[in-house]
């Protein structure tokens, strides 16, 4: 089944406000394989919000609507709705009763306003609020199907879960929309893209989605309306075929962090592990201890921004740095290595670059990092040239670290 | 002038992900007189994106699309929307170039798709994106004017500030909508506003919205629809009042950073800093790095996340930690003073506390955190206790630290 959102509120339009409505139906809705093909958002104008309700009914014959249902005059929804159903409002007693009884147990009164709040179109269903003064309204005739919910996000949840969902679920069918993330990183999506070849083909009738990001770039694979049991197998199918095809690029799946990857594999292995960082100033660390119950793994770290403490701290040797740079393999390497040292532990990665905007030269333009790694006595360190302004290259050189460990542990 | 908002992409539709794109440009639109008065989201299909383009210039006259700009096949923005103008696709060779730059800067080679972000639909203008392959356009003619963007946030938000906004200004009406933000931090919303008190009624006829946040609470002034002089003159006027309501609370306006304040107040009586971070594990130090030019002042710090390092690398003695705890004034203050002696700076700021979800007890429940600051031999700590989850309660214990910094600076 397609619905589609009509978001119904001037405020939003400002952008003051970030509609996280919409996002939450979409995925909430899929669940009972109902999806959601459009969303528009207008002001609370009368005739912005027929045009787009009617233009919805008219293009999916179903559409649910968020905003619009409270006691003020900006408050329109339902009487522009129920006229495109040819439906006059109908004062209703047990709902008015409902409202009634909030404002009791709140120790208010309600005022003359409020009464609108009672009146439901002619053949409509109301759709009790426990948790505001609003009642949902679930209409359907001739143009098809409409569903009003307050925009209170709190309200709109509830409504959603206990008198939505329950009704969609009923009418539906045994299909649903389900979807399987697999994450990479360390690779473009073009290149991504070639090694995936006729992939669209090969997965069908799934569909993939490619999402670049600052930590690489995420595979979406989607099932629509498929039965549940043949979507999951499906999806499972066709995420293996794109961990063949991805490879080393592949570190998990759905919304798994990297960082947490790498404490499980150290955590695994019994190795601690530490951090020598330069350019990214603690960002690694920060990935690191963002993950609960990260102690028993990390020890810390040490943030060599200046090159006295490169020296001084992890005893990276001055004439090594002045005569390949900061910014080289070599200094990559002794910062590892003193990390290993100065930290006592297993693991040690190091990071050192230029994340600009300045400090750039010929032969190690902005976004040329370092990384190193040491483990066991040994050390190697790589290059990498990363795009961006200097808060992509940071983010991008934490995740890159970051990757360097899980392949060392995985190796 | 108003606009209308279309936001191209199946992945928004499906709900996991929330586009704060559209909020976002509202708002930086706002400050040059245009208005969005609608926002539809469509799928990655044509015939979508052709009807919600083709409507919104039917209704509205101008259409800013983002998304479906990038190489792979699911990207048919550009080809649908030159064709409501009538407009042939060419290849720019000039555009090419930069996407052949971009991928030589990183040392990669473009893929034969990436050729079809170099085209161009006649006679509509290529807004160059220094920050991704693809360019923005922008067409103009009889269906109305059409700018087209990327989504990837970043590169939205570029092109918008570098190419899209100076030609919006340009054409830009007399009136216009105009903001100022004072940012404060250190001090809850409400007990914010009670220091506020009749301000609304002070600085009308311009408006005063609490934007709270994890750095602290923003308040935002608007003047709508004023000559810019006056708008100007108003919102000065009003700032100051606020700075003056708020006090010592005020750390900045508009985007201001508290780490560049930080880092000014150091650079400014020649004193250079370093941080001991436990429970923050290096967001100190990334937020100081995240500035550019941070180098000059910012030395480096010690992420002392497990006690061994506490000890070993700070001097923390460890029967201050068996006797107090971890998160403990002596031990914040002997964090500060010991960084100060490890990095050899002047000023130190120390975190230690508990992030949870798990730690805390009766007496330290989550989201305690004492942080100390150390300068000149003198050292001090103070206590907070953060709400929120793990996230949160780190994000406001690091910029809580980065505002103690502050207070010791200008004191």
């Given amino acids: ?5 009509v978001t119904i509120g001037t405020e939003l339009l400002l952008g003051f406000t970030v509609d996280t409505n919409g996002a939450e139906i979409a995925r909430s809705l899929a669940a ?4 959601v093909v459009r969303r528009t958002a207008v002001p ?8 787009a ?17 409270g006691p003020t005059r900006d408050d329109i929804t339902k009487k522009v709705v129920a006229d495109l159903f040819g439906a006059p409002l109908d004062f209703d007693e047990s709902v008015w009763a409902d409202v009634l009884a909030r404002y009791a147990r709140v120790q208010r009164s309600p005022v003359a306003s409020n009464r609108s709040q009672a009146e439901v179109p002619r053949g409509a269903l109301a759709l009790r609020n426990r948790w505001g003064t609003a009642p949902g309204i679930w209409i359907e005739g001739k143009p098809g199907l409409a569903i009003m919910l307050p925009g209170v996000p709190l309200e709109m949840r509830m409504l959603l879960e206990h008198e939505v969902a ?6 539906g ?16 999506e073009s ?22 990001g600052v930590e690489g770039v995420d595979l979406r694979l989607s099932a629509w309306e498929l039965p549940p049991v043949e979507a999951d197998a499906r999806l499972r199918a066709a995420a293996d075929l794109l961990r063949q095809r991805a490879g080393e690029h592949v570190y998990g799946e759905g919304n798994t962090d990297l960082a947490t990857v790498v404490l499980d594999l150290a955590r695994a292995r019994g190795l601690s592990l530490g951090v020598a960082e330069s350019c990214t100033g603690g960002l690694v660390g920060g990935r690191l201890t963002e993950i609960a119950g990260s102690s028993d793994v990390f020890a810390g770290g040490i943030v060599s921004y200046g090159n006295e403490l490169k020296s001084g701290l992890l005893g990276v040797p001055e004439k090594l740095i002045v005569a390949h740079g900061a910014v080289s393999e070599q200094v990559a390497c002794a910062m590892a290595l003193g990390a290993v040292g100065a930290l006592g532990v297993d693991v040690a990665v190091s990071v050192t670059g230029i994340a600009g905007p300045g400090g750039g030269t010929e032969t190690k333009p902005v976004g040329t990092v370092w990384l190193g790694i040491a483990l066991a006595g040994e050390v190697e360190a790589r290059r990498v040239n990363f795009a961006g302004i200097r808060r992509e290259v940071r983010a991008r050189a934490a995740q890159a670290a970051l990757d360097l460990m899980r392949r060392k542990l995985e190796a």
Same sequence: chains 1, 2.
């Fill in 53 to 69: 309700v009617g233009a919805a009914l008219e293009r999916t014959g179903a559409v649910l609507t968020t905003g619009g249902l």
């Fill in 1 to 5: 089944m397609n619905l589609e959102l």
């Fill in 44 to 51: 609370d104008r009368a005739e912005d919000i027929r045009d």
């Fill in 173 to 188: 069918g045994s299909s649903v929309i389900r979807s399987l993330v697999v994450r990479t990183t360390g690779i473009p």
């Fill in 166 to 171: 329950p009704r969609l679920a009923a009418r």
């Fill in 191 to 212: 290149t991504l893209a070639e090694r995936m070849g006729e992939i669209e083909r090969d997965i069908a009738p799934l569909t993939l989605a490619y999402l670049p």
């Fill in 32 to 35: 009972f394989g109902v999806r």
